[in-house]
């Protein structure tokens, strides 16, 4: 995280109640299918991993809030709306009850580089993780760590060299990391649940 040139991540949070965005209960329904399934969750130093976001309009998306990992169920106080986003700058806005983590930017490089996408999820799991490495799914570079505006842009442009409007994403400098996007919450998912069927 330290690295040299590395833009620390900055974000500018206004506290503001809950927005119930279009889509918040398919997108919350499936974030609990994923905890459930352990792509979700809390590591074993306690540290949350994973995060849902669906687009609401143009480059705005609602988004599971920092630190939400252990709980097996969020209310919608624990989604944040991202207003705008600075990949190069690291930086980024957000309202609602609860802060955006670093990883948002990500999501963010995702809505702006594949228009037709409306849902990313991105999860962390070890076999899911290596297999994706040893199958040569798309990937960011190695180099590219988590948190850096590096790996948001690799990210954006792996996604946009897929076709379709959807697709999945090794992110290869964050260990365990994947990333899934789609048209909806519901094809997002899907997209996640099969790659989990093939190595659990
Ligand atoms: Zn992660």
Known sequence: MADEGYVKYSAEHREAPAVEAPHWAELNDARTKLHELGLVGVNSQGIGFGNVSVRVKGEEFLISGTATGAAPVLSLDEYCLVTSFNIGENSIVSC???????????????????????????????????????????????????????????????????????????????????????????????????LYRVCP
């Open 96 to 194: 609602g009850p609860i802060r955006a983590s670093a990883e948002s930017m990500t999501h963010g490089a995702v809505y702006r580089a594949v228009p037709a996408a409306n849902c990313v999820i991105h999860i962390h799991s070890r076999p899911i993780f290596d297999r994706m490495l040893r199958d040569r799914y798309p990937a960011t570079p190695a180099e590219a760590e988590y948190g850096t505006p590096e790996i948001a842009e690799a990210t954006g442009a792996c996604a946009a060299a897929q076709e379709g409007g959807e697709g999945l994403i090794v992110l290869a400098g964050h260990d365990e990391g994947v990333i899934a996007f789609g048209a909806s919450v519901g094809r997002t998912f899907a997209l996640v649940e099969e």
